[in-house]
């Protein structure tokens, strides 16, 4: 099992910058993939960053050359740093990892708005 604990949704305005963090406990294995999704209200959840443990990164295309994911292997965790935000950038954000399986974070609500 592995639990995911998320932090660092909120409120901001638009053009602001929000720092999503997660934590990933319990059995982690050495190959792995975490990222982030979000799901919108009325909306699919879609995948806004995720990368692999060798470093590697893959972006929605709505969000590339704004947000940026990073990861401390050390530390089991990921951020995604979140900038020049827009109000169809909001919704819910949920922290998510794979190796054999998956698993999700209880998410984070981020609202753009002015």
């Known amino acids: 099992q592995v639990q995911l604990v998320e932090s660092g949704g909120g409120l901001v305005q638009p053009g602001g910058s929000l720092r999503l963090s997660c934590a990933a406990s319990?059995?982690?294995?050495?190959?792995?993939?975490m990222g982030w999704y979000r799901q919108a209200p009325g909306k699919q959840r879609e995948l806004v960053a995720v990368?692999?443990?060798?470093?590697?990164?893959n972006y929605a295309d709505s969000v590339k050359g704004r947000f940026t994911i990073s990861r401390d292997n050390a530390k089991n965790t990921v951020d995604l740093q979140m900038n020049s935000l827009k109000p169809e950038d909001t919704a819910v954000y949920y922290c998510?990892?794979?190796?054999?399986?998956?698993?999700w974070g209880q998410g984070t609500q981020v609202t753009v708005s002015s």
């Open positions: 319990g059995r982690i294995s050495r190959f792995n993939i």
């Open positions: 998510h990892y794979t190796d054999s399986y998956a698993y």
């Open positions: 990368s692999g443990s060798s470093g590697s990164a």
